[in-house]
């Protein structure tokens, strides 16, 4: 909340301002969201009050009119930057009402400030800053000087110059003199708010970022060779080319700057020089002082403004790119999570190996581990025919359904021992079915202090073997348990706030589990902690209680967990199940806040709860609005009839599974126009990456998922989907696999060498005549009257287009 410490100093009406100021966030926020400003109230309120995102969006509809998860989370979001925004903005006047200097005008334009930036720029010219240039000249008395020339146009500078020179303040001449007045009015230009706003404008819409090779890095820097001469207008750079030319230029690789007038022929002077120079109404002549405040502009442009607009910019340019690769993984990693589970099944996990072995890992249908071995078919060993048996002896023992192939190295020979075992144990076990699985964060899992306390006597390698096996079982379950960062289905992750990342993945994972629900007498610790109202020490506390006292038999019980009180119980008991409890209510998604009015319901249509539970004919044959009472509305009693009608089901889809083509195993396996199945396993803004069991992932790109134009492949393609591919393009040196959706595609009509990156976006190249002076003062070369002319007739070119 705003602390209106601040504003005690404030004259009459001030604290009373900020706090009218608070309320519009909400006016505010439903504006960008397009709802009712009443939606926005009751849900801040909500959130104030300690609830999550996931209970607000299931349990509290009526309340925000239906917001849902991705709403919630935008207005958290925008709340949290508004509150800042306000505090900020609470220290600013206050600062500048402690110095005396907060006139109406400036009060109003702060509280009208809609941004940091802007908000930024009014408090410039009043912060308190360190000694430059310009206040050293304030203090020698320079500063009346820069008033007479301002306003004096035809004054004689030199001799006005001479009457301030002051030796002791290190103001000898007349020329030292005129440097001083020249930064007085270069910092006054430089901190007018409105100026500012205008060349961030010009910026916005004109300048373009220029990306070149740092001399003699071309072979260590060869990745990066797309961006050695690259030219793209700033506003319109996608964000893994954003990313991409910031790794480069961290890197050493690449050098970045802003040009902000790339169709400006002439490089004596800039279209912001002639945005000043408008701004502040000064029609220049051939006059000596006109002459030295063109320098003035000019030096205000180069010296103050440019340098901070270009790390602004880049800075913006970072954080949008950021946002939006955090975007994409943010969505990428939902898909993951809400994968369809292959189901409670006994299954066989293999983390494959050469000299190492086959890591084996059975476990039974609660994902607890009852069997683990290594074996080596292949070489050097090549146990092929031992390892076989011994496969079948333990698929036998412990009648396995499933096998869990990890998709690392030597996966295709070790799927191919799958097969064989298979086919040795066909008449004992019929139904069973092997299953290619991504390894992407097990060894992550495996060495973790988790995974360590959970098989503290087993070894690293073969907790991934159960980890592959559990998330074949249930991908959601077992993933929690990885650091999202680690999974890997991200783009540049590894450049973007490792905070807002986190924060958004762990959103993520929360509304996923929610959205899912969750088993209370199987989840484990991990799984608990994402629940809505939990943290890990209650998770912890959850299965002490369990193992401590046996299953769960009602929801209630929860209440009975050590450090679990009413406001915990209230967030998270309608996201655990309890199967073949006590009440058939604990098993579905009905809040036991509404256990009443389900019971008033089934005794409306003389129905024993259990008997009312999925009788579908009956509950849709029911009004809603026949059973709305004040304290459940329409929203929450439609939700109830539909969970009734199919209680505790699962979002999730139907179990799919791509089928690797035999003899496919390698990249140098791949020809083209090939047809093959695989699965997506990441999507970024270019295209989505697929697995074809190559051991290498193919790009399709984003031109060739389907025949439509599409703006974003997400929309098309998710991770985790089986799809058909056309192989396109192979580069077996540099393993690189160009793949296509588009199955009446032919590898011949595409370009050799497509690339995903763009040229420049229609702005003209940089001149590259005249570099060796470029951006230095003319007169350095030529007489003083040519330079001065030169200039003049550069701001009047620029400003002319500017105009035009």
């Known amino acids: 909340m705003l602390s209106l410490a601040p504003l005690k100093s404030f004259y009459p009406g001030t604290t009373q301002l900020l706090m009218q100021m608070t309320q519009n966030i909400a006016q505010i926020i439903a504006q960008e969201l397009n709802v009712r400003e009443q939606q926005v109230t009751s ?114 500078i030199e001799l006005e110059a001479g009457k301030f020179i002051n030796a002791e303040a290190g103001f000898a001449d007349s020329k030292s003199v005129l ?213 079948a002896n333990l698929a036998k023992m412990h009648k396995v359904e499933l096998i869990a192939v990890g998709n690392g190295t030597a996966s295709r020979e070790t799927d191919k021992l799958a097969g064989e075992l298979i086919a040795s144990v066909k008449a004992e076990l019929p139904g069973l079915t092997k299953i290619m699985v991504s390894e992407a964060g097990a060894s992550v899992y495996s060495a973790s202090e988790l995974a360590a306390n959970e098989f503290p006597d087993l070894d690293v390698s073969i907790r991934g073997a159960v980890s592959i096996a559990r998330r074949l079982q249930d991908p959601l379950a077992e993933l929690v348990k990885i650091e999202p960062k680690s999974i890997g289905v991200g783009q540049y992750q590894h450049d973007v706030s490792q905070s807002q990342l986190s924060q958004s993945l762990e959103g993520v994972v929360e509304d996923c589990v929610n959205g899912v629900g969750v088993d209370l007498n199987m989840a484990s610790a991990p799984l608990l902690s994402q629940v809505a109202g939990l943290n890990k020490t209650l998770a912890r506390n959850i299965v002490t209680y369990r193992d401590e006292n046996g299953q769960f038999k009602q929801r209630k019980q929860l209440l009975k967990v050590a450090r679990l009180g009413p406001k915990a119980y209230e967030q998270a008991a309608g996201f655990l199940r309890i199967v073949d409890g006590d009440n058939p209510l604990d098993a579905s998604s009905v809040h036991p806040e509404a256990y009443s009015l389900v019971e008033s319901i089934a005794k409306a249509k003389d129905q024993a709860l259990d008997t009312l539970m999925g009788n579908s004919e009956l509950l849709r044959s029911l009004k809603a609005e026949d059973f709305i009472t004040e304290k459940f509305g329409l929203p929450t009693v439609t939700d109830i009839l539909t969970e009734l009608d199919k209680p505790g089901r699962d979002p999730r889809g139907e179990f799919k599974t791509a089928t690797f083509k035999e003899g496919v195993e390698e990249v140098k396996d791949l020809k083209l126009d090939m047809i093959l199945e695989g699965v997506v396993t990441n999507v970024t803004n270019f295209g989505a990456f697929v697995d074809v069991g190559v051991h290498q992932d193919g790009l399709v790109h984003i031109s060739s998922l389907t025949d439509k134009f599409v703006s974003d492949p997400h929309t098309v393609v998710k991770a985790g989907d089986v799809v058909k591919v056309k192989v396109m393009q192979v580069d077996v040196e540099r393993k690189r696999i160009g793949l296509s959706m588009r199955l009446d595609e032919k590898a011949a009509d595409m370009p050799a060498g497509r690339s995903n990156q763009k040229s420049q976006t229609g702005s003209k190249p940089a001149a590259k005549s005249n570099q060796q002076g470029k951006g230095k003062p003319q007169h350095r070369s030529q007489p003083k009257q040519q330079a001065n002319a030169a200039m003049g007739n550069a701001f009047a070119d620029a400003f002319a287009k500017l105009k035009k």
Not at 80 to 89: A, Q, T
Not at 262 to 282: G, M, R, T
């Open 179 to 391: 440097d001083g007045a020249r930064f007085i009015i270069m910092e006054r230009f430089a901190e007018d708010a409105a100026l500012l706003q205008k060349v961030r404008q010009h910026l916005s819409q004109n300048s373009v970022l220029e990306s070149k090779m740092v001399k003699g890095k071309e072979k260590e820097g060869a990745k990066f060779r797309d961006y050695f001469e690259h030219t793209e207008k700033l506003s319109k750079i996608p964000s893994h080319r954003a990313l991409a030319m910031l790794r480069g230029r961290n890197e050493g690789m690449l050098s970045l700057s802003m040009n902000a007038d790339p169709d400006n022929e002439s490089k004596q002077s800039s279209y912001c020089a002639v945005i000043i120079a408008d701004h502040f109404k000064l029609n220049l002549t051939d006059s000596a002082v006109d002459q030295w405040l063109k320098t003035v502009v000019t030096a205000t442009w180069r010296i103050k403004i440019a340098l901070q607009m270009e790390t602004e910019f880049l800075a913006k340019m970072r954080e949008q790119a950021e946002s939006e690769a955090i975007n994409v993984f943010a969505k990428n990693l939902g898909d993951l999570l809400m994968a369809a589970p292959a189901g409670a099944k006994a299954t066989l996990g293999l983390d494959p190996g050469l000299r190492s072995g086959v890591k084996v890992a059975i476990v039974n249908n609660t994902g607890k581990l009852t069997a683990h071995t290594t074996i080596f078919p292949h070489a050097p060993q090549n146990q092929w025919d031992k390892s076989v048996r011994t496969l």
């Open 43 to 156: 849900t801040i309120t909500l959130l104030d009050d300690g609830a999550t995102v996931p209970f607000v969006a299931r349990y509290r509809k009526e309340a925000t009119g239906g917001l849902d998860d991705t709403q919630l989370r935008t207005l958290n979001s925008r709340l949290s930057y508004l509150r800042d925004l306000n505090d900020r903005r609470a220290v600013i006047l206050s600062s500048i009402d402690t110095q005396g200097k907060l006139t109406p005008e400036l009060k109003k334009a702060l509280v009208d400030a809609d941004s940091k930036t802007r908000l930024e720029d009014l408090y410039l010219p009043y912060k308190p800053k360190r000694r430059t240039k310009g206040q050293i000249a304030i203090e020698a008395g320079i500063e009346p000087l820069a008033d007479y020339l301002f306003g004096n146009r035809q004054a004689d």
